[in-house]
């Protein structure tokens, strides 16, 4: 019995020693992009430039109308009080004939 085991463990053995021989020791990467160790990278597609102009053109126009239309948002939408007729209570401060 210990024989029949043995002979299937060489068997096991010798098939994967085959398999290790024939197979690329190297890793296959799945970047989809060219190797750009040492290089400068390649340059991107004239569709992905356009783009990305396009995108930014719409970006800085919809920033820069805001700006211009509802610029509230920055300012505030209500007049600034003048702090002149703000009172010591509204303050915090205490009156001058209070004792610490």
């Known amino acids: 019995m210990s024989t029949s085991r043995g002979i299937n463990f060489l068997r096991v053995v010798r098939q994967a020693t085959k398999i290790n021989r024939?197979?690329?020791?190297?890793q296959t990467r799945n970047g989809h992009g060219g190797v750009v160790y040492r290089l400068p990278a390649p340059p991107p597609h004239k569709s992905v430039t356009i783009g990305a102009e396009v995108i930014g053109g719409v970006a800085w126009w919809w920033i820069l109308w805001h700006l211009w239309h509802?610029?509230?948002h920055i300012t505030g939408e209500f007049d600034y009080p003048d702090p002149s007729k703000w009172t010591d209570e509204e303050l915090g401060i205490p009156p001058d004939d209070h004792d610490v």
């Open 22 to 26: 024939n197979h690329n020791l190297q």
């Open 70 to 72: 509802d610029y509230e």
